[in-house]
C-alpha cells in the first residue's frame, strides 16, 4: 500500500515570501502521479499542481511548482510570492498510473498554511 | 457544468439513524469516488465507480456503509445505523480518466452524528 506523509503541521509566513511544503511518499511502483491539493475554509477542495512520475521535468503552475526527486521519493510544493487567498489546508496526494490496479487518491494528512498580512 | 453537486451540505442525526448522502457527478465523468475527512485519519477513499458499477470498496470501513450507482448521474451513500465515530465530511468527486484528467470534487456533507 501506498502512504504519502506530510511533516509539517502547520507552517505561517508572511505575504509575498516564499514557503515551502515538504512531501514525502512511498511506493514500489515506478508509474504513478502526484498532486497538490488545496483546501480552504470553504472546505472545496481545489487541484494546485500535478506531476507524472515519469517526466523528469518538474511541474509548474504560476506562481506553484514542484520539486520533484523520485529517488528520494520526495514531492514539496513552492508557493512564490504568497498571498492571503493561499491561506489553507494543502493535502498532497498519490495515484497509482494505468495497470496499477487503484484509480482513487492517497493522501496526506496535510500542512495548514497561514499567510500573515 | 455546475460541477459535482453534494446533498445535503450538512446533516445532522441521531445515533441508530439511516443516513443518505447524494451525488450528481460531472456529466460525461466515467469516474466517481467517495472520500471521508476526519481530523484523526484525514482523507481516505471508501469507494470508487467506473461506469456506475464498484470497483474498489476496500476502503468502506463496515457493513453499515454501503454505496450505489444507480445511473450515470447519480450516487448515493448509506451508513445504517449511523454512530457518532461517523461523523465526518463526506466528498464525492468525479473524472473523466483519472490517470489522465483532474478529479473535481463537491463542496462535501458535513455529518454529525448525535
Known amino acids: 500500500a501506498q502512504t504519502v506523509t506530510q511533516s509539517q503541521p502547520e507552517m505561517s509566513v508572511q505575504e509575498a515570501e516564499t514557503v515551502t511544503l515538504s512531501c514525502t511518499y512511498d511506493?514500489?511502483?515506478?508509474?504513478?502521479?502526484l498532486f497538490w491539493y488545496k483546501q480552504p475554509p470553504s472546505r472545496q477542495m481545489i487541484l494546485v499542481i500535478r506531476?507524472?512520475?515519469?517526466?523528469?521535468q518538474n511541474a509548474t503552475e504560476n506562481r506553484f511548482s514542484v520539486n520533484f526527486q523520485k529517488a528520494a521519493k520526495s514531492f514539496s510544493l513552492k508557493i512564490s510570492d504568497s498571498q492571503l487567498g493561499d491561506t489553507a489546508m494543502y493535502f498532497c496526494?498519490?495515484?497509482?498510473?494505468?495497470?496499477?490496479?487503484?484509480?482513487?487518491?492517497?493522501f496526506g494528512k496535510g500542512t495548514h498554511l497561514i499567510i500573515q498580512p | 457544468d455546475a460541477g459535482v453537486i453534494q446533498s445535503p451540505r450538512h446533516e445532522v442525526t441521531e445515533m441508530g439513524q439511516e443516513v443518505t448522502l447524494r451525488c450528481k457527478p460531472i456529466s460525461g465523468h466515467d469516474y466517481l469516488f467517495w472520500y471521508r475527512q476526519t481530523m484523526m485519519r484525514g482523507l481516505e477513499l471508501l469507494i470508487y465507480?467506473?461506469?456506475?458499477?464498484?470497483?474498489?470498496d476496500s476502503g468502506m470501513p463496515e457493513d453499515r456503509f454501503s454505496a450505489k450507482m444507480p445511473n450515470a448521474s447519480f450516487s448515493t451513500l448509506k451508513i445504517q445505523p449511523s454512530e457518532p465515530r461517523d461523523s465526518a465530511v463526506y466528498f464525492c468527486a468525479s473524472s473523466l480518466d483519472p490517470t489522465d484528467s483532474e478529479a473535481f470534487f463537491g463542496q462535501g456533507t458535513r455529518l454529525t452524528v448525535v
Open positions: 506531476q507524472e512520475a515519469y517526466k523528469q
Open positions: 496526494a498519490f495515484m497509482m498510473g494505468p495497470g496499477g490496479g487503484a484509480d482513487g487518491l492517497t
Open positions: 511506493t514500489s511502483e515506478n508509474n504513478y502521479y
Open positions: 465507480f467506473n461506469n456506475n458499477v464498484p470497483i474498489d
